[in-house]
């Protein structure tokens, strides 16, 4: 699926995930207040202990415990100046590559959290 996508979209996204498949993403962009482009992505763990596939039909999916995410990994293109996990506040440590972008790890993943790069 991830190469149907990569192929049929006009140019490669400018950032990237790697997760475990029981985390989910999507993203966002939106004006930054001092100018120019804040990228969120957002990270979601889709499983919990109960598992989704064992509810009876039409009952809420009501979570008592997380299982949670580690190792989740975001490469992000410039410009990037700040790099936070929300919303905890948490400061992410991006990591230069050799391609001109840099890596953040994130901290394991509970049920939701937000990647906010600043431009």
Known sequence: MENATL??????????IEASL???TTYLCQAAHAGGVRRVTYLLTQVSSQGRASLPAGAM?????????????VRLSPPVTEVRLQPEGTRLEARPLADGGVQVEVPPLGLHSM?????
């Open 61 to 73: 999916p009501l979570r008592e415990e997380i299982v949670p995410a580690a190792g989740v990994r």
């Open 7 to 16: 192929w049929a979209a006009a140019q490669p996204p400018r950032d990237r």
């Open 115 to 119: 990647v906010v790069v600043e431009p």
């Open 22 to 24: 029981i985390a989910r």
